[in-house]
T-cell receptor, first 113, second 112 residues
Framework: EAGVVQSPRYKIIEKKQPVAFWCNPISGHNTLYWYLQNLGQGPELLIRYENEEAVDDSQLPKDRFSAERLKGVDSTLKIQPAELGDSAVYLC???????????FGPGTRLTVL | QKEVEQDPGPLSVPEGAIVSLNCTYSNSAFQYFMWYRQYSRKGPELLMYTYSSGNKEDGRFTAQVDKSSKYISLFIRDSQPSDSATYLCAIQSGGSNYKLTFGKGTLLTVNP
């Protein structure tokens, strides 16, 4: 069974530029999560989807961050414009149900210059 | 006080040593307790999952939960260089609350 796929793995951009990350969850997993992991810290939840519905986006900085999960499968997380402080690893995870084990992708490492 | 506290280390041990990793938490509502392992430049992967006080063993790994003290531990026996990674505790409230709260992670190096 294929795991959670994320792309790109690495991204370097100038500040104020837009950037987008893509996630393909494990087949059949209805719940999808986006996490932010800063260096030396544990992951922190940004947004959770149940199918195509964003059921918790309370931690998402909505002035610059947006996300979508069309058709309840793949998801995209966007930052526009990026700031220096956005440099971090963005992790996508999926689970078969909201309290089940969460399976993580390898993450996208973003560097904002 | 943070909801989950974890000593970030780093921790360096010789091969074959017994490793003890620990977390404390503050919210009595937490019901599910997990340990994730994260290799460098990889996503976290679940090692152990438990929901009751006591010990749970899986091979060289033992997860211990003490709800009365709000203290969880992961023990690694006969540690191997391949165990070198960051270990993250994660706790979940359960019920309709899906949210995982992670510790900072402890960086472990097992030296051959």
């Amino acid at each position: 069974e294929a795991g959670v796929v994320q792309s790109p793995r690495y991204k370097i951009i100038e500040k104020k530029q837009p950037v987008a990350f893509w996630c393909n969850p494990i087949s059949g997993h209805n719940t999808l999560y986006w996490y932010l992991q800063n260096l030396g810290q544990g992951p922190e939840l940004l947004i959770r989807y149940e199918n195509e519905e964003a059921v918790d986006d309370s931690q998402l900085p909505k002035d610059r961050f947006s996300a979508e999960r069309l058709k309840g499968v793949d998801s995209t997380l966007k930052i526009q414009p990026a700031e220096l402080g956005d440099s971090a690893v963005y992790l996508c995870a999926s689970s078969p149900r909201q309290t089940g084990e969460q399976f993580f992708g390898p993450g996208t490492r973003l560097t904002v210059l | 006080q943070k909801e989950v506290e974890q000593d970030p280390g780093p921790l360096s041990v010789p091969e074959g040593a017994i490793v003890s990793l620990n977390c404390t938490y503050s919210n009595s509502a937490f019901q599910y307790f997990m340990w994730y392992r994260q290799y460098s430049r990889k996503g976290p992967e679940l090692l152990m999952y438990t929901y009751s006080s006591g010990n749970k063993e899986d091979g060289r790994f033992t997860a211990q939960v003490d709800k009365s003290s709000k203290y969880i531990s992961l023990f690694i026996r006969d540690s191997q260089p391949s165990d070198s990674a960051t270990y993250l505790c994660a706790i979940q409230s359960g019920g309709s609350n899906y949210k995982l709260t992670f510790g900072k992670g402890t960086l472990l190096t097992v030296n051959p």
